[in-house]
T-cell receptor
Framework: DAGITQSPRHKVTETGTPVTLRCHQTENHRYMYWYRQDPGHGLRLIHYSYGVKDTDKGEVSDGYSVSRSKTEDFLLTLESATSSQTSVYFC????????????FGSGTRLTVV | AQSVTQPDIHITVSEGASLELRCNYSYGATPYLFWYVQSPGQGLQLLLKYFSGDTLVQGIKGFEAEFKRSQSSFNLRKPSVHWSDAAEYFC?????????FGKGTSLLVTP
């Protein structure tokens, strides 16, 4: 969808290395989210942000950190990548909370070898 | 905690047949409920949402869903399925500032 971009689209990295995924939006939305999608698990929330420098943990936050230094960018960092973090990562944005519904990015496919 | 269950992992329907995908939620108050669709290799697209009012909600692509509080359900329906509807479908419930998603139902459409 226009207005939200994830980079990179694909990445292969080695176990133990740090990895940063970027989500960029041009919609000036307050809320931004990181989810991971795995077969049989659906989408699980990693972290979310409700404003610049305001973030909170989701269901599966261990091993991940986030930063939001400006409205348009939300970064997800895998501090030391493990094979269990091989997944498809989706960013989503939302203007004013849960009743609007999200707009999703196209995803980043991360493989940890 | 708010949660969503989609009992069917896979569903196969013939093109032109009707479709119903099941979703059950667990939530103490009136829930905010959503259905999303994901085509292969793509992100998720919002089909429809419910948070108050008429319990029968119309969405895009000819889909509708009915909220039934007594059954804690929010099932997705379509009267006549097209081959292009083959995708994965996710039900979600609002949980604070975020959404909790079900595990998804994969829809296969046969000729």
């Amino acid at each position: 969808d226009a207005g939200i971009t994830q980079s990179p689209r694909h990445k292969v990295t080695e176990t133990g290395t740090p990895v940063t995924l970027r989500c960029h939006q041009t919609e000036n939305h307050r809320y931004m989210y990181w989810y991971r999608q795995d077969p049989g698990h659906g989408l699980r929330l990693i972290h979310y942000s409700y404003g610049v420098k305001d973030t909170d943990k989701g269901e599966v936050s261990d091993g991940y950190s986030v930063s939001r230094s400006k409205t348009e960018d939300f970064l997800l960092t895998l501090e030391s990548a493990t094979s269990s973090q091989t997944s498809v990562y989706f960013c989503a944005i939302n203007a004013e909370g849960r009743d609007i519904g999200y707009t999703f990015g196209s995803g980043t496919r991360l493989t940890v070898v | 905690a708010q949660s969503v269950t989609q009992p069917d992992i896979h569903i196969t329907v013939s093109e032109g047949a009707s479709l119903e995908l099941r979703c059950n939620y667990s939530y103490g108050a009136t829930p905010y409920l959503f259905w999303y669709v994901q085509s292969p290799g793509q992100g998720l697209q919002l089909l429809l949402k419910y948070f108050s009012g008429d319990t029968l909600v119309q969405g895009i692509k000819g889909f509708e869903a009915e909220f039934k509080r007594s059954q804690s359900s929010f099932n997705l329906r379509k009267p006549s399925v097209h081959w292009s509807d083959a995708a994965e479908y996710f039900c979600a419930v609002g949980a604070g500032y975020a959404l909790n998603f079900g595990k998804g139902t994969s829809l296969l459409v046969t000729p």
